[in-house]
């Protein structure tokens, strides 16, 4: 199980990495392997402020649907398009080409908030 030391984790199986007011989102490597193949990615929130927990989109996978949730409350300001024609890139590559979304931070300090990577293995066991 691949778990980045160097990113930050929501108890929902989101991973945020940090880059300057902005943090780019999407899920854990343990929750795309749980989810299964994955079909569809839908965001539709592009250009909308979202508080901390709110829903920014969806996830299918082959047996079920997933609500996605903000780790941190801000706008989102651009959408990882690449998802649309290659959902499996959630799959294959969860940290990186498998991004959703980037943030403009309106809170950095709710960051505190998250799980640590010990943390979120201590969660998952």
Known sequence: MNIPENLKF???HEWVK???ETAIVGITDFAQNELGDIVF???ETEDED???EEVFGTIEAVKTVSDLYMP??????EVNEEL???PELVNKDPYNGGWMIKIKMSNPDQLND???ASQYKELIG
């Open 50 to 52: 979202l508080e901390k």
């Open 18 to 20: 940090v880059d300057g």
């Open 72 to 77: 941190v409350s801000g706008k989102v300001i």
């Open 114 to 116: 998250l799980l640590s």
């Open 10 to 12: 929501t108890k929902d």
């Open 41 to 43: 990615v839908e965001i």
């Open 84 to 86: 649309e024609s290659n």
